[in-house]
């Protein structure tokens, strides 16, 4: 029955604001290409026993590939809350533009635009990059302010947005013919130039919400429908393969009854061979139950997360762009993975008694047999106990 399947890791997840490898609640939420999201320190735990690039989400138990710089290139999950660190308070200290892997210096200059705190080195490159925005104001950050530093709404969403991890500028350009977020510095002389057409992320945000958009509701219409509806028929034909054999187990038993110890074990051994094949079916059932059930899974996780994403109302374009990209990439994945609709299985058994009941007493087959017979055009293969 139903209860023979092993229970689904999604299952046994925690909570949607708590990392399912530490337990506690986010910090610097990463999401994988299955959709679900792990603290990055965890990830970088995991890539330890990685096989050859690739590692299993702890919650889907999926294969999941690991890009070339690890946790730090996927991308942040914004969608869910993360914990804040002691050492974020100081963050408008250090220059908002050094590498996050090494040490970052201490921020020296503020610019007035960008709300965030700059070193020497980065000041003038900063203020060059920017030129095709307006004038940015560069003024020194006296020590008075570094101790209490303004930091408003603007300041603390710019802390989200990612930084190129070459130039160091905020990823706020859509190259169109490569399909990537860049910075200005990419488009102008980096690997970026000369393609056309680049749009500003914000400008493109809302049509690719869209495409997204449509490729969740084809589905959640084409895949997860029809996911539930073989899934219901699965479970059906293993609940009546699993009353049809213990039918057909009695009907043996009030055949063996009519003869005595010798035909008892022609009984015993007859009745083995149903729930062999009981068994044989389910495991072919459970199999593709399991299946199923994964695909269902990830399925709706990918419509709930979409609906998570297309809620969020505050979060930067340039932050929500690689969230929809990884969006497009897993429904796209699961709109193409075949769905197996028919059990593959079905669960017809049936047992009927030998006529010559003396024969019982010398053979089994005097009793009846136990044989599979072909599949009938409507995929009911009947087994027959003749």
């Not at 610019?111 to 003024?139: N, Q, R, V, Y």
């Not at 996911?227 to 293993?238: A, K």
């Not at 068994?279 to 709706?300: F, N, P, S, W």
Request: aromatic share 2%; glycine share 4%.
């Amino acid at each position: 029955g139903r209860e023979r399947w092993p229970a689904m890791a999604s299952a046994a997840a925690a909570a949607d604001d708590e990392c399912s490898v530490c337990l506690h609640k986010f910090d610097d939420a990463r999401l994988l290409s299955c959709l679900h999201c792990v603290c990055k320190s965890c990830i970088d735990r995991l890539a330890v026993t990685a096989t050859e690039g690739h590692i299993k989400c702890p919650v889907c138990r999926v294969s999941v590939r690991l890009p070339p710089g690890g946790a730090a290139d996927l991308p942040k999950d914004t969608s869910v809350p993360c914990r804040r660190r002691a050492g974020d308070r100081q963050a408008p200290q250090c220059c908002a533009l050094c590498p996050a892997d090494q040490t970052r210096a201490k921020g020296t200059m503020w610019c007035k635009k960008c709300e965030f705190a700059l070193c020497e080195s980065h000041a003038i490159p900063h203020i060059l990059a920017t030129s095709a925005e307006g004038s940015h104001s560069i003024e020194a950050w006296s020590s008075a302010v570094v101790d209490s530093p303004p930091k408003s709404q603007a300041a603390a969403d710019l802390e989200e947005i990612p930084l190129c991890p070459r130039h160091h500028e905020p990823l706020k350009f859509h190259c169109g013919a490569c399909d990537e977020v860049t910075c200005g510095d990419c488009t102008a002389v980096g690997d970026h130039k000369k393609h056309e057409p680049v749009r500003y992320v914000a400008e493109i945000i809302d049509e690719r919400k869209g495409q997204v958009a449509k490729k969740v509701e084809k589905l959640e219409k084409d895949v997860v429908q029809t996911l539930q509806r073989s899934l219901s028929s699965v479970d059906n034909t293993s609940t009546q393969l699993t009353r049809r054999a213990k039918e057909v187990c009695n009907d043996i038993r009030q055949a063996g009854e009519r003869s005595k110890d010798m035909v008892d074990a022609h009984v015993r051994q007859m009745i083995q061979e149903v729930k062999d094949m009981e068994e044989t079916r389910h495991k072919v059932l459970d199999q593709q139950h399991d299946e199923l059930k994964a695909h269902l899974t990830a399925a709706k996780n990918a419509v709930r997360f979409c609906e998570k994403v297309m809620a969020l109302k505050s979060t930067k374009s340039e932050t929500l762009f690689p969230l929809l990209y990884a969006l497009d990439s897993r429904t796209t994945n699961l709109l193409s993975t075949p769905i197996e609709e028919q059990p593959l299985h079905h669960a017809n058994i049936l047992f009927e008694a030998a006529s010559d009941v003396d024969l019982a007493c010398k053979t089994k087959e005097g009793i009846g047999r136990v044989a599979p017979c072909q599949a009938s055009a409507k995929h009911s293969e009947i087994i027959n106990v003749m």
